[in-house]
């Protein structure tokens, strides 16, 4: 079989690449998923990412190397099927300040700049709010934002007002420090995915293929130049060709072990996993960044808040059947109601913190993600543009093993900085009224856990990653940088990589919706080159 284009993952990017660009009728694209089709229902409900994120079905585990600080061994999790990551996310559409993609146009070339994300997004999105300056309305991707709180919601907009957030009602539209309501890929109660948003329409078109259940294997090279793809489905094996391009979109942690299992890599990281040396690309799995959180949870006095109405199996029946009724409550929400940016100094020019606010509070005695027995409010904080860089490498060639991962967190002291003034900052919130007029106690980290070096120790120890990692196939101007400005492989014709792996650093937000502006973007220039 013979495409024009293969695209390797079928997620935030690989999604929007198909539809993209099977949109020309003269070309043939074929879209390579790992995962299944995904058609279970409850990955449709909201929340229900609280079980889906536990599904080897939907998931897979990358486990971690502790790290050099102190880390210890964790387990970074990853959509699979179509869709990828986007199927069991939190659903965040937080889509990073323009001045980080203008520091990204500066640092890999032209055409990444806020202009020409601020058109895809316009491009992109449906938008519960309407079209503006910055808002679209009418594209593929609808975006929702609550209306209305509860008491819980309330008194924290009152006390984060306090403090000098001002609440809005959109919170991508400015890069102040502000709260709001978290703007999410829901429609009508129901979560948006890549796929249901960009690939299933795209599915109607006959010059777009898709596999699922299909590993790609290896990226075939002939000379110089990207020919085809060996891909696996259960015991067969094939080769698909490829006219034009081939097109990577596998995310951060399996872009660069697909680049090194086909040769391209470090050499003598290629030689340790049983790999022969096609091209010298020292960069490939390394630079590695993933911001790092730390958490703060209060108990209420009496019930508030939603906890103890999902707590137990009768609350559960009860609001799940609202739900189906209704596509309302709780179940309908995204994984985080409340979100907030700050800066963590007066020195300080720009925000450098995210917090994610949940008005229920979770089971700090179990191991298992599970709410608590009783009513609280949960916070979330991390420095958005951390810059501790860790790597991801092919383990062996051979025995299809896990890959090694060594994330590096809060090494650099900028984000040291940032993430030392984050509880203190979110305890300021949580005494002032209205807010601390509901709240009992703190339940976790406590006070041995106050200045801002005990805060960083425990972030390092305690804390957990985001999901957020880029930079591990990133873009830039040097012939040792995996990928040029226009995302092509240095060193291999007709082989691209679309997805968070090319971004060189964090653009202050979650990565799913920079990522499809990304590759709405790539799907230009691939079209017209």
Known sequence: MIYDYVVVGAGAAGCVLADRLSVDPSVEVLLVEDGGPARNPVLSVPRAFYFTLRSDRYTRRYPTRPSPLGTPAETWVRGRGLGGSTLVNGMMYVRGAPADFDALEAAGGPGWGAS???????????????????RGAGGPLAISVPDSGDEVTEALFAAAGAHGLRRTADFNDSDDARIGFTPATIRRGRR???????????????????????????VVIAGSRAVGVALRTGDRAQVVRVRREVLVAAGTIESPLLLERSGIGRPEVLAAAGVVPQVDSPHVGERVIEQRAVS????FRGRRGPTERLNRWPGQALEGARYLAT?????????????????????????????????????????????????????????IRPTSTGSVHLASAADGGPPVVSPHHLQDEPERAATGAILDHARSIVATSPLA?????????GLSVATPDEVVRHAIG???????????????????DVVDGDLRVRGVEGLRVVDASVLPFQVSGNTAAPVMALAWLAAERIRWS
């Open 192 to 218: 948006v995915s890549a796929a249901s948003a960009f690939l299933t329409p795209a599915r109607r078109r006959a010059n777009l293929t898709v596999m699922t259940g299909t590993r790609a294997e290896t």
């Open 116 to 134: 020409a994300f601020g058109r895809a997004y316009r491009a992109i999105e449906d938008h519960a709010l309407g079209a503006s300056r910055s």
């Open 462 to 480: 305690h804390g957990g990653g985001i999901y957020h990692a880029v930079g591990s196939c990133a873009m830039g101007p040097h012939d040792d």
């Open 296 to 299: 703060l949870q209060v108990r």
């Open 437 to 445: 007029d509901l709240v009992q106690d703190e339940v976790f980290p």
């Open 327 to 383: 596509r309302r409550g709780p179940v309908a929400t995204s994984g985080y109601d409340v979100v907030s940016a700050f800066r963590s100094g007066p020195g300080v020019e720009r925000p450098d913190v995210q917090g994610v606010w949940v008005p229920m509070a979770i089971d700090e005695t179990s191991e298992q993600m599970r709410l608590a027995p009783y009513s609280g409010l949960l916070f979330t904080g991390y420095a």
